[in-house]
């Protein structure tokens, strides 16, 4: 899904390519754009964010997300399970700004234990984690008796059909792939 360029020709550190994604995604939450220039390969990069002037608190945020009677109502218990702890909290950040009750592990083991103890109304799982996959915690969540109301959305770098196959024989309700836009993610919710 990622790409980086050959870390041992450059002495660059090795990593998975995703930075420029990301903060293409964080850049973009807040409406702004971000372009790379280069005039090639060992010539270094130039990247320009671009961002709006700043507007009313959490503008980001769709029309009654932030603030307000709209967001009581919408309110939501969610648990989020991700492996990557900067990309749960970044997650978790963002939805509690929008008035939900939020709360991030980082492994399928520790998202069991917490939604058998806390009975979250959402779970927004990442596929790959240790100790229990995304697809073993759905499974899990679908055969207990208050899990079958849960909405479950799977988070994942990987966008084939197949996947999305595997996610609905899981019991997953819906599939996004990362990043997450959070408009399309609030909008779920």
Not at 62 to 76: E, F, N
Not at 135 to 150: I, P, T
């Amino acid at each position: 899904m990622f790409a980086q360029a050959d870390a041992k020709f450059d002495g660059g550190a090795p990593g998975l390519g995703i930075g420029l994604a990301v903060v293409r995604s964080l850049v973009g939450l807040h409406g702004g754009t971000v372009r790379a220039h280069s005039a090639g390969q060992g010539l270094g990069t130039r990247i320009e964010v671009r961002l709006p002037l700043a507007g009313a608190p959490h503008a980001f945020l769709p029309d009654g997300a932030a603030g307000g009677s709209g967001a009581a109502a919408a309110a939501r218990r969610i648990l989020i399970a991700d492996d990557n702890v900067d990309a749960a909290e970044l997650l978790a950040e963002l939805l509690r700004l929008a008035g939900h009750d939020v709360r991030p592990v980082s492994d399928g083991r520790a998202a069991i234990d917490l939604a058998a103890a806390w009975r979250p109304e959402v779970m927004i799982l990442d596929i790959g984690m240790p100790l229990a996959n995304g697809y073993d915690v759905a499974s899990w969540v679908r055969r207990q008796a208050w899990g079958r109301d849960v909405l479950l959305v799977a988070v994942t770098g990987w966008g084939r059909e197949q996947d999305g196959d595997r996610a609905a024989r899981a019991g997953f309700d819906r599939r996004l792939v990362k990043p997450v836009e959070i408009d399309h993610l609030l909008a779920l919710l």
